[in-house]
């Protein structure tokens, strides 16, 4: 792959060596030319030609030429360079007052992947691809400071939607090609790191039964290092995805680790620190405030006298709680400014048959939440090795270790508990009540925080090896063997200090929990590819290959009631450590796949591809599942006819539909199992086996078929091109864990049941609005529409599936995350009650669930980024800016904080309530019982909590400034950069919640599928302000 | 060139099928579960069966152990209004398809018939299961099934005599073990079912069967399900052949809960220790001191008259007498653990009694039936029903015994409901009549289906 480059770099060296210039005279020449690229003789832009051994320097224009002057005469090496292809070196001779020609026909270089596009298994020219594929180069990623480099890719590719997730260290995003079309199976993309299909669970240590997790969900891609990504693609169509069969239905993801690319030896050193700050405060209201409202219900509920604190459970006396000594500010103590810094250091050798690439980098996220951050130490290297002739040996491994120091969060605590249950009226340090011998308010949420100490540690290894050799110049085969090892451990401790707080009879040292978890995931593959020029007009290759892959975690839970410090921090030895072994899991998948591509006359291009994949987790009819694809692409400006249209410099247009699947669901879901005995009580003494799952044969993966057709086109010049892509995607089978009739013995399934229709359009338009010598102007927009519809839900109704506890539910004829919830009409002027709409229409002042209908959904009707790049000398201006359009939010944590008046605090929209009769209110009056609410029960949802979910927001914006190449040659410097960015600095929305950009915690896939943009007690999003740093020498 | 090309291509295949060799392995993409038995497995052997057939009863044991029994007193006139967000649903006849307590109630009576049915389709996996076996398993399934569904109709659906085909919403019934959903069938077809299943059960279940469901068993339960259509006549029959039998005797205990009763339990849930509670129905529900379930006042300000002569009303406290607060609860509750009769002789006599008075039956026998509860309730014979008394006489005072001897026995609201559907009785309770829409259970919203409509919500005012 790089062999090509050294030669040529070779020579260069040798050249200049051979060559070297002579000295300056007072009198001078030029040198101008052409540059033209080989292939399509066309001009090139920005060609960098260079007098080695001089500061004389240029750069191609638009129409190829270039134009030096001022070089005293005598014997130059001139080289033309550009990213992406190969240089090219000349030697020339420049005379007093003359202007000496000198063309160049550059190559692209076969290891660089501007015009080359990783596809499943291979690689194909940009220009033949006949999928829709996005390209996300690495530079885009790093750029931006994110809590995971997934986060980077929002804005970056049509019709990909990124939810950031919150401002916790660490947090882990919602991704979404093409719109939602699974239920209960992960409707995450596949991510592949070179190859291997990573674990990427972000439930994999939840723990049944227990409030572990913290409010959190762990992001198994955040140790990942996002500067060891060359590049991602991003497959978005079947005929990109059906490559990957079963698993590619919801897009794939495909990282390219950096690998030697220069000649010799070379070293990137980059740095960066920042600040964090949420983008917006939770807004409370202050102790004065809350204690006025409930005052307020109290008289209102017809109560009189002192108000009574106790109705809530809270001890404090009226007099106590309106003691300011009294009174915190629980935010204030709970959200500061994160602190960051990044640091990586990347060296490149390239030799005449080795070549090694490594990286070593440390990140320390500091999140705005005081105690919480996450930090990433990790080391990459990738060798290549060419030891003869056709054989190629790349070795790629990663070691990354992630310390995420946790703090609780959402409704486990932290954050979550300063915007609720801590209310402003409890002091810093609790109070003691000496007739109860115990605290009557809450331990405080710093006192929490600084004496708990919880981590989770993740050490992660991705490593591959690949042997490909060329048995002729028709065939290569490749085999490729992964290794994805994850080791996580989640350590909890609470000392003695903090427990007595709790328990004053607590005698021993303090708890210490361990929950380690270990996943193997092993892969392999090999493939064979055959290209074969028929003649000048007709070519074809064909690719073949057969895949593996089997992944198995397992886990743990370790404890000890009397330990001084955290298991991994102090010496308890094994007898005093309680260990409960927990299932492990374990699945596997074989497959056989092959593409077939033809290409006439290199502009009319047709692939065939299809893939069979067989997995534990289908059911016993239904092994292994076929998947073709078939797509066409036409370049039509190759046409004659389409000569005369000399504004059109490119048109290609592209259709091909196919099948792909998901297969991410439960492991086991098929299998029908008994517990055992030895798990059950007995009953009348006699011991018990109870079935636990019916046997689900026929159970298999969710299909989705997928047509896409596009168009692409560059005008003037190449100064605007544009891409426009409709496509249709028809799941059927969609999986889902349904809550069955109980009548059936079960309280769910998993099953085959649904169907869901994504149908949508992208465009994206990429203009060149200036281009001058010193200044550049490049404008990036994109756009995506997407609808959404569940055509099918079986039998089942709406509640069959839900998505956790935030009432957005599965309706037919509406969107994936529906928000299913009884409509609330208005308060009534004259009492102040709410009332509500039944299903007919009508008002009524009872709240009943029977009355829930569909009134809003968590997708948005279109998002997309307009990003702008301004250049001018030295210097560029990024912005990116990111808009969502429609999709609403429902805020499941305000019905305790903008209603009835519990033991929570509330949110400072509340001041909008019924107060005296006549009131035209948002709010009802305050009360403390539910019944003057009209329900019977006390946490009632309605579409009172809905709102509209639009926003547009300055995701990043950068500054930076490239060192004169004058200043940087007295250095050892080849480059410098320094830039300033700020991340999320600005918003504008109608939503008076804190942030419209929400991914929660979440229960299961189920939820993560449903209830995007719902929030409770969700920490806001950060904004970050940060300067980096970057050298190459 | 061409033997180039073929050559290369023949390699290219060759490659692929060798690729194909060295993962072809279908055994790695078995995965079975860790931690659990396959089915295949599982069950070898009678005794595996019989397992499967106690986890069923271990379904019937937590529902019949007073949480069933709860659920029906509480939307009865014995008990008041409790300090219970769930319960008080079912008290005020307005339950919501959310209400956890009820869902979880109707969930658990289903998965007794589920783990029933399970046994009924694996019975065929073991090949050496004795005819006697397969008879006394196939019994006792149908007779937890049986238990199951007549305690669902009664509780889901409006009661039989309803409408006048009973062609009115009742249950689903489930008869194999499958995770497809059943349609909600009529209150005519569910007892049907209830009816078919129980006659099976009667005619192979052994005369006798340790704690497990027997043929006594069985004619007990139809004796309830007959009373409960108002088909006296086999409803009398029943319970005379059950009573006939003489394998029960009436104990002299007022409280059937005591283990001195143990003589009149056809059927019970066993509790053999306190690490193997079956009561906690009736005791975490009824003893502690300020218990969830207290008698309504109502009830007390009709029973108390007799309070100086009727035993039974020793097993009631009256705390916090004369206070805001007083409220009056069971003491029959208090033991530590006890076994708990879902059916049982006393049962049997009130049903006789009743039944043969109702049918043109012996009022000798019937005036003795309720006679002997009564000698046994009152410190005097001032209760006693005079012989001669007319049909009508006997069931008044078979009524007014009735209340009181199966007082926190679930029995009081089908009662109401078999008065008001099969009497004809204009009965109502707090303001709500026995046919108004609330007072039933409600289903869980999971319930619902294309073929499954759940009832609406309250609608009693």
Known sequence: MFTLIPTRKAIISAAIALFGAVSAFAQTGSLAGLVTDESTKKPIEGVTIEVYKTDFKAKSLANGSYNISGIAPGTYNVIFSKDQMEDVLAKVEIKINETTNLDAALKTAVSSMGDVVIVGYGRQSRRNVVGSIATVSGKEITDIPAPSFEAALQGKAAGVQVIVGSGMAGSASLIRVRGASSISAAGDPLYVVDGIPVSQDYFMNRTNGSNWGGGFNNNPLASINPDDIENIEILKDAAATSIYGSRGANGVILITTKRARKQGLKFDVSARWGSSSPTRKPDMLSAPEWLQLYEEAWYNDGRTGTPDLSLNGIRMSWAQANDPKNHTNWIDQVIGHGFKQNYNLSTNYMGKNFAVKGILSMDDNGSFIIGNKYNRVSERINLDYRPIKGLNIQLSQSLSRGTNTRVDASWAGGLGSAMSTMLPIYPLSPLYDSASKSYITPVGLHTIRDLKNWRTIEVRSINNANVSYEVNKNLTVNYSTSIDYMDYNEYLYEPAALIRMYNSNYQQNGNAKWYPSWTMNRNQFLTAQWNKELSKNHSVSAMAGTESQHSITKSKYVENFDATGPIDEVAIPDTALQAFSRTPYEWAFISYFGRFNYSYKNKLNFQLTSRWDGSSRFGRNNRYGFFPAAAVGYILSEEQFMKQYKWINFMKVRAGIGKSGNANFDNYARWGTITPSSNLPKYNGQPQLAPSRLENPNLRWESTVNFDAGIEMAFAKGRISTELTYYNKVTSDVIMNVSIPVSTGFGSFYDNVGGITNEGVEFSLKTVNIRTKRTNWTTNFSIARNVNEITSIGVYTPDAISGGTNDTRVVLNQPVGTNFLVRFSHVDPATGAPVYFDLNGNQTTKWDPANRVAVGNVLPKAFGNLANTISYKNWELNANIYFNWGGSIFESSVKRQLSLMTDWNMDRRVLDRWQNPGDDALYPKMTLSTFNHGSTTPWINTDLWLQDGSYIRLRSINISYKLPAAWLKKSKFDAARIMLVGTNLLTWTRYTGIDPEIARDFENPTDRNMSGSITYLTTPQEKSVSVALNFSF | ?461
Not at chain 2, 13 to 28: P, Y
Not at chain 2, 220 to 240: E, I, P
Not at chain 2, 439 to 450: R, S
């Open chain 2, 1 to 461: 060139m061409k033997k180039n090309l073929f050559h290369s291509f023949a390699l290219f295949l060759s490659m692929a099928i060798m690729g194909g060799a060295m993962v072809s392995c279908d055994n790695m993409i078995e995965t079975p579960p860790p931690n659990e038995l396959l089915v295949d497995d599982a069950i070898k052997t009678t005794d595996d069966l019989q397992r499967l057939l106690n986890a069923s009863y271990n379904e019937v044991a937590n529902t019949f152990g007073g949480f069933s029994q709860m659920m029906s007193e509480m939307q009865s006139d014995n008990l008041a209004s409790p300090n219970n967000n769930d319960l008080r649903e079912l008290h005020s006849h307005n339950v919501l398809f959310f209400n956890s307590t009820c869902g979880g109630y109707y969930s658990i009576l289903y998965r007794a018939i589920f783990r029933a049915n399970f046994v009924q389709d694996n019975m065929d996996k073991v090949a050496d299961l004795s005819q006697a076996d397969k008879d006394r398993m196939t019994g006792e399934i149908k007779f937890i099934r049986g238990l199951c569904h007549f305690t669902a109709v009664r509780m889901f659906a409006h009661p039989y005599g309803y409408s006048a085909k009973n062609d009115h919403p009742g249950i689903a019934i489930v008869k194999a073990a499958s995770t497809k959903p059943s349609p909600r069938l009529t209150v005519a077809e569910a007892y049907d079912a209830i009816l078919s299943d129980l006659k099976d059960a009667e005619a192979v279940l052994p005369e006798s069967n340790g704690d497990y469901a027997d043929k006594m068993s069985a004619k007990a339960l139809l004796a309830h399900v007959y009373f409960q259509m108002g088909k006296y006549t086999d409803a009398a029959n029943y319970a005379g052949s059950v009573i006939d039998s003489k394998k029960y005797t009436l104990s002299d205990t007022v409280n059937v809960f005591s283990a001195d009763a143990a003589s009149e339990h056809i059927f019970k849930i066993v509790s053999t220790g306190i690490n193997d509670k079956r009561s906690g129905g009736y005791s975490d529900n009824y003893s502690p001191g300020n218990p969830t379930c207290q008698m309504s006042r109502e009830l007390w300000a009709n029973l108390n008259v007799d309070l100086a002569i009727d035993k039974r009303l020793k097993l009631l406290t009256v705390v916090n007498a004369g206070a805001q607060n007083e409220f009056v609860k069971s003491e029959m509750f208090n033991a530590p653990f006890f076994n708990v009769p879902v059916l049982h002789l006393t049962q049997m006599h009130l049903i006789r009694a009743e039944a043969l008075a109702k049918s043109g039956g012996d009022l000798a026998t019937a005036t003795a039936d309720i006679n002997a509860i009564i000698t046994r309730a009152y410190t005097d014979n001032s209760k006693l029903v005079a012989s001669g008394s007319s049909a009508k006489q006997i069931i008044d005072a078979t009524r007014t015994q009735r209340r009181i001897e199966l007082l926190f026995q679930g029995d009081r609201t089908p009662e109401i409901k078999r008065l008001g559907a099969v009497e004809s009785q204009n009965i109502f309770v707090r303001g709500h009549r026995w046919d108004c829409p609330g007072f039933l259970l409600q289903f869980p919203i999971t319930e619902k289906t294309t073929i499954f409509e759940i009832n609406p919500t309250g609608g009693c005012n």
